[in-house]
């Protein structure tokens, strides 16, 4: 974190970078924080607005708005990260893997990755989602099947800018094996390039995700998932407002965030646009 707040330049990377880090203690605390439990009903309390008890209220059921919100966070980025991690290492596999073998396998892999981008991620995640059943693990899995390509065709890109560079052919010429070639060279060159990636992919993946839910063929009510959560609070919006403003409102500062690190990180690491 302090070598990010050195990349920050203005108050509204600041901003982000706070906003961003009490985001993800919320996720990682938010269980424990929740005064409430978030899925307990209680029709004699429901949409009751703020107050002293219950600070962002109730929603339709009774339940604590934001014992939701908290124990929300850690599901919504929970999911978020899952799907980041698989689709990460499944897609620098499939394209440090092109990189190295080349020709009709290179070839027949980036045309499948082409085919699969030639569709909104979005609309292929809703269909997966929709033959998976409607459960937050079908959104999951949805999301891993139609986001891979994109880190497949970025790291197959960035490898073979790397393979074409004088270390790497100093490399083959002392017999330094494939494995220890992509760890001690491929994976530390492209690291910065990634790292952007998947940073601006957080806020993409979260907000698929809360889309999902909201639809319906994601998270289901009554899991506290903050697009589930707007969801369950649509039919309520004329006499209960905070139902749905208080996971709508984090779901846009969370992405905004982690939106504007992402390109202060693009900035800072990226060798095209790196202030000199």
């Known amino acids: 974190m302090s070598t990010l707040w ?13 906003v961003a880090a009490l985001v993800i203690l919320m996720a990682l605390f938010g269980g424990l924080l929740a005064p409430f439990d978030p ?7 429901k949409i009751l607005p703020p107050s002293p008890e219950h600070w962002l209220g109730t929603d339709g059921s009774g339940r604590d708005v934001l014992s939701r919100l908290l124990v929300g966070a850690q599901m919504t980025l929970a999911s978020t990260a899952v799907v980041l991690v698989v689709v990460a290492t499944f897609g620098c596999a499939v394209g440090i893997f092109s990189a190295l073998v080349g020709g009709a396998v290179d070839n027949m892999l980036m045309r499948l990755a082409d085919v699969w981008l030639g569709f909104p991620p979005l609309i292929l995640a ?19 099947f139609s986001w891979w390509p994109n880190y497949a065709r970025l790291t197959r890109m960035v490898t073979v800018d790397i393979l074409s560079r004088k270390f790497i052919a100093s490399a083959d010429a002392l017999g330094v094996g494939t494995g220890a070639k992509i760890f001690r060279y491929i994976l530390p060159n492209a690291f910065d390039v990634l790292i952007v990636q998947v940073t601006l992919d957080i806020s993409a993946i979260m907000l698929a995700i809360s889309g999902l839910s909201f639809i319906g063929v994601g998270a289901q009510i009554p899991l506290p998932e903050w697009g589930a959560m707007i969801a369950d609070g649509r039919s309520y ?11 709508g409102l984090m779901i846009f500062l969370t992405a905004f965030s982690f939106n504007i690190i992402g390109d202060m990180l693009r900035r800072e690491l990226d060798p095209t646009s790196r202030r000199r």
Do not use: H, M, Q
């Not at 050195?6 to 706070?18: D, F, P, V």
């Not at 899925?39 to 309390?45: A, G, H, N, Q, V």
């Not at 006499?239 to 996971?247: M, R």
């Open 39 to 45: 899925l307990k009903i209680d029709f004699r309390s």
């Open 237 to 247: 919006v004329a006499n209960g407002w905070w139902i749905v403003l208080a996971p």
């Open 6 to 18: 050195t990349y920050a330049r203005s108050n509204i990377e600041r901003t982000a970078l706070i």
């Open 126 to 144: 809703l269909g997966f989602a929709a033959a998976l059943g409607a459960s937050l693990e079908a959104a999951i899995w949805a999301l891993i």
